[in-house]
């Protein structure tokens, strides 16, 4: 019973390389979110689907990308990774959008 | 703009104690609100509350929801040094014409000692 899965789970980039994080998930959902969270922030939105083929920008969604080619994945890109963008991500997903079911998160630092 | 907030930020209690943590919220298009634990990793669901005075309880938690006052509060009770985590108090809202969005507090960082 996997659920959630995020890979990968540690990453350090030097500023200006790109990455992508992975996730995938295994309950069928609609939904799927990407957040990133930060010592004395809270988790914030940054983009999220809401189902195959879309996706929407959400509160802080400059300098990242997404896509949902499948209904299973959601992927979260950096193009050109800078030292604000050091943080742990995670993913949810969710069957009807209220509810959502995070991952293990993936802890990002950019030098 | 739309905001949640909870307090205390952090607290120290010690097992056996009841503790209440509190969560206000200034949201447009309410639709449900939720509470989750963060231990080390992801954020576990707890409870969702969408209708005023009723309560909702799993074991020793239980939590209320007021939506004329707008804030809601998560009880605990007995509490064991299990119970040390991160609580996240979320609003439910229709954001950029979906529904499904959530907007999250700070958390209240909750260490129980034995």
């Known amino acids: 019973n996997a659920g959630v899965t995020q890979t990968p789970k540690f990453r350090v980039l030097k500023t200006g390389q790109s990455m992508t994080l992975l996730c995938a998930q295994d309950?069928?959902?609609?939904?799927m979110y990407w957040y990133r969270q930060d010592p004395g922030m809270g988790l914030r939105l940054i983009h999220y689907s809401v189902g195959e083929g879309t996706t929407a920008k959400g509160e802080v969604p400059d300098g990242y990308n997404v896509s949902r080619l499948k209904k299973q994945n959601f992927l979260l890109g950096l193009e050109s990774a800078a030292p604000s963008q050091t943080s742990v991500y995670f993913c949810?997903?969710?069957?009807?959008?209220?509810?959502?079911?995070f991952g293990a998160g993936t802890r990002l630092s950019v030098l | 703009e739309d905001k949640v907030v909870q307090s205390p930020l952090s607290l120290v209690v010690h097992e056996g104690d009841t503790v209440t943590l509190n969560c206000s919220y200034e949201?447009?298009?309410?639709?449900?609100l939720l509470w989750y634990k963060q231990e080390k990793k992801a954020p576990t669901f707890l409870f969702m509350l969408?209708?005023?005075?009723i309560e909702k309880k799993s074991g020793r938690l239980s939590s209320i929801l007021d939506k004329k006052e707008l804030f809601s509060i998560l009880n605990i009770t007995a509490t064991q040094t299990g119970d040390s985590a991160v609580y996240l108090c979320a609003v439910e809202r229709n954001y950029g014409g979906s529904q499904g969005n959530l907007i999250f507090g700070k958390g209240t960082k909750l260490s129980v000692k034995p």
């Open positions: 969408t209708s005023s005075g």
């Open positions: 949810a997903s969710s069957y009807a959008g209220d509810i959502q079911y």
């Open positions: 309950m069928n959902h609609e939904y």
């Open positions: 949201v447009t298009n309410f639709r449900s």
